[in-house]
């Protein structure tokens, strides 16, 4: 059977990290026992943002963890040159906490344009840092930019991220244009009696400026595990409300593992001259786990093979070890044969994960 039938699982995963590898084939990729291959990396490069989102983190911050917990950047292009080049990962995205912050990322960018075959690369960031630091990143072989924005309201910027940053943001996505780090996508989070009366105004200044608007169910990653259900804005609504300006259209193109479910604006076209989209990422809604093509690194060395996981394989234990490339493939493999078949949330006993959004890295 594949996972393709199961559609989201009864139970999250064990406490204890992944060891049994019956019945799994000889395959250097990194497949599950349900069919999947994971092609797609997140690595998260730090836990530390200079945003404080009050659906991500308390208004004082999180504990930080301690330096030496993180992995160098040495440490990382190491992990990533053995999951492109022993693993077959394609694609890499480089996420936080912040990822700006992080002062190696032109190095680390680098060194990943450098390996073959060449992975695609793009950076999930608030924008901050963009208008310091995009022509670099351009310069060291990034291809594009994701930019996290959930409102277009200067006084509700501040509400939502505790800072008042808003004209920073705009000025890095900007930069980014400027430097061709295209498409750019604009991901968006809608919480109710908040910002959740802005989906028409994103999209229409999204399509004015050439961006992809994504729109993204909040999800249980708070840090302070507040997330309810019934508090969230579907996709459903999501749709109901920008179909109140727009006509929307199913996207015709295969999907395969893309969590957006894309939209064709009609009367719209992109930079390029194609139709513009819109993209809507339900995950607990409308859950895409069978068709899932990610691994995840956290910024201390970690595998998790779902954001949800309630697990971990360590790989900077095996790294900082003495491990071969090879042992930390083979350690990667068994982590991935592991993974379940979905993320749990519709289950009576799902449990959030212990570390928050910021930590995993999205």
């Known amino acids: 059977m594949s996972v393709l039938d199961l559609g ?21 990729r990194l497949v599950d026992s349900w069919g999947r291959v994971a092609t797609d990396l997140r690595v998260s ?5 200079n945003l404080r989102c009050t659906y991500c983190m308390p208004a004082e911050g999180l504990e930080w963890m301690p330096t030496e917990q993180a992995l160098t950047d040495d440490e990382v292009v190491r992990l990533v040159r053995v999951a492109v080049e022993r693993l077959g990962v394609q694609e890499i995205r480089f996420t936080g906490g912040e990822p700006l912050l992080r002062k190696g990322l032109e190095d680390i960018v680098g060194a990943t344009a450098a390996l073959d075959p060449r992975p695609e690369m793009s950076v999930t960031t608030n924008g901050l840092g963009l208008t310091r630091r995009a022509a670099g990143l ?9 930019v996290s924005l959930d409102t277009l309201r200067r006084e509700r910027f501040a509400e939502i991220t505790r800072r008042d940053r808003l004209d920073d943001v705009l000025a890095g996505l900007r930069a980014a244009r400027e430097h061709g780090l295209d498409p750019i996508k604009v991901n968006t989070v809608l919480m109710p009696g908040l910002n959740d009366d802005e989906a028409p105004d994103l999209l229409a200044w999204a399509l004015d400026e ?4 994504r729109i993204i169910e909040q999800m249980p990653l ?7 259900r019934d508090r969230m ?11 109140t300006r727009f006509t929307l259209t199913e996207d015709p193109a295969e999907r395969g593992g893309a969590p957006a479910e894309r939209f064709l604006v009609d009367g719209w076209t992109g930079p390029d001259g194609s139709p513009a989209k819109v993209g809507v990422i339900a995950s607990v809604t409308r859950p895409f786990c069978g068709t899932c093509d990610r691994t995840r690194l956290t910024a201390d060395g970690q595998v998790r093979t779902c954001l949800f ?7 900077r234990g095996i790294l900082r070890g003495g491990g ?16 379940k078949p979905g993320h749990g949330i519709d289950d009576p006993g799902f449990l959030q994960p212990d570390r928050p959004m910021s930590a995993i890295g999205g």
């Open 222 to 228: 708070d840090a302070g595990h507040s997330w309810q």
């Open 309 to 315: 996981s309630q697990t971990e394989n360590d790989l």
């Open 8 to 28: 989201v699982p009864a139970v999250p995963g064990a406490a204890t990290p992944t060891t049994d590898t019956t019945g799994r084939p000889d395959d250097a």
């Open 233 to 243: 804005i579907t996709a459903e609504q999501v749709l109901a409300s920008l179909r």
């Open 45 to 49: 490069l730090t836990d530390r943002c």
């Open 138 to 146: 351009a310069a060291a072989g990034l291809d594009r930019v994701n």
């Open 324 to 339: 071969t490339d090879e042992e930390i493939a083979a350690a990667w493999r068994v982590a991935m044969w592991g993974k």
């Open 210 to 213: 050439g961006y992809e608007l």
